[in-house]
């Protein structure tokens, strides 16, 4: 398998607080609940691993390739392949995330 051809994981760590002040009760769910969502609007050659940011000493975002970590130079050359830039990425994730809270929650 080369690099073009492996997909690229990308690691999401959601904050609880975008699902309000209880966020924390909610969030394990809410990310449980938005995977596949997010998922079936995925480029072909990346996957969103969407899961709680606990820690905040971990980056929001994180790439991995074949199983090993990116550093955030060598994913921008990768997304660079597909003429994609990570910023223009997640900010389409985070345009998801927003509707899909409202629909978690009933919202619509």
Known sequence: MTAT???LE??????????GPQGADYIEDFCKFSQPLVTSHTAGFM???LVPRFDKSLPEMQCTLAGRSLNPAQAARYFA???ANADD???ELNEQLTLLIDQYFGRW
């Open 5 to 7: 051809t492996a997909i």
């Open 10 to 19: 990308v690691i999401y760590r959601v904050e609880p607080g975008c699902l």
């Open 47 to 49: 996957r969103w691993i």
């Open 81 to 83: 392949l597909y003429q």
């Open 89 to 91: 990425l997640e900010a």
